[in-house]
């Protein structure tokens, strides 16, 4: 009569490993992607500051990663509950799209391309002019300024310089860019309780010019005060955002896919987080743009979500307040 035989040891020993390892990644898959993201924004950090990586590859890597913290943030209700493939693919379509709509403006201004004028110097003297700037075909250009203080002959802080360029476009309409290199006062946080007043030089300005007949631009003339101020460097690059007529209409539709996304998508217990994120992340942008900030790092990034974030935040309350009020939420 024959005998039932037993399972060996050894392969129920695996099969409880098996089982502890899928019940181990299930509890830990809620944070795996925001775990991620947060490390890449660390790590990106840490690498910039220790100039093992540029400073516009750490910052976009940075960008990169809270972009997809957010995000994860928004359609976490898609993400953790159990919906249909339909409603999940149009998520990740979604998410795709958001990703790179959110990310393109803070990527052109870190890598604004090729110059079409490189760092070329003008003076009051007349040296360098007149000056043309290879703009034909570009509705605008982002102009680069930069120069330095004037040094103080009592032995002081150096004196604040001013400066005037002239500009032709290609009908010979003249435009003036006038701006100032100073040293300002500002205080710095030392420790948790200390401060100390420290000096800020600006020593750079951004100035995005149109180009309504899209051919090329001439520095004819160039004015500093004190005259004996060191050269002012020019570069300039193409501006790579459309004009604001097309980009108005690429924010509305990014926030009316959003809004619909929270309100009538397939996740009807959203409480508007991406609807909210969204707004926070636009306000940034535009701040980080019309920042007068020739060299964009950390701080300049982190400026710009301190001050853009907030407004940005609450005009995207005010818009999905009226949005609970006005667009029936989804019963599917």
């Known amino acids: 009569m024959a005998t039932a035989s037993r399972p060996k040891g050894p392969k129920t020993r695996s099969g409880t490993s098996s089982v502890s ?7 830990v898959r809620p944070w795996l992607i925001p775990g991620l993201a947060a490390a890449a924004i660390v790590v990106s950090a840490a690498l910039a500051s220790a100039g093992l990586v540029s400073t516009p590859v750490g910052l976009a890597i940075a960008i990169a990663g809270a972009l997809v913290l ?6 976490r209700p898609l993400v953790d509950a159990e919906k249909p493939p339909r409603g999940r693919a149009l998520g990740a379509a979604l998410g795709i799209v958001w990703l790179f709509a959110c990310y393109v403006p803070f990527h052109v201004r870190l890598f604004p391309g090729v110059p079409l004028l490189d760092d070329v110097q003008v003076t009051a003297g007349g040296q360098g002019l007149p000056l043309r700037i290879p703009a034909a075909g570009h509705a605008a250009i982002d102009l680069l300024l ?3 203080l004037a040094p103080n002959p009592s032995g002081g802080a150096a004196l604040p310089v001013h400066y005037v360029l002239t500009l032709e476009d290609g009908a010979g309409t003249r435009q003036l860019i006038d701006g100032d290199f100073k040293d300002t006062l500002a205080t710095r946080r030392l420790g948790r309780r200390g401060t100390a007043v420290v000096h ?16 090329d631009l001439r520095v004819t003339a160039v004015t500093l005060d004190p005259p004996s101020a060191q050269p002012v460097t020019l570069t300039a690059y193409a501006h790579p955002l459309p004009g604001s007529i097309v980009l108005g209409l690429v924010v509305a539709a990014l926030v009316a896919a959003v809004v619909a996304f929270d309100r009538l ?17 636009l306000g940034t942008a535009a701040i980080f743009w019309t920042s007068n900030v020739v060299h964009p790092d950390f701080s300049s990034v982190i400026g710009s979500a301190i001050f853009g974030g907030p407004l940005g935040f609450a005009a995207g309350a005010l818009l999905w307040w009226v949005a609970k009020r006005t667009v029936e939420r989804s019963t599917r």
Do not use: C, K, S, W
Request: charged share 15%.
């Open 70 to 75: 957010l995000l994860y943030i928004g359609m």
């Open 265 to 281: 998508g397939p996740a009807p217990e959203t409480d508007g987080a991406l609807t909210l994120a969204t707004a926070a992340i």
């Open 200 to 215: 800020q030089a600006h020593t750079g300005d951004v100035r995005v010019l149109p180009n309504p007949t899209r051919q």
């Open 146 to 148: 930069e120069g330095h």
């Open 21 to 27: 390892v899928l019940l181990a990644f299930d509890a």
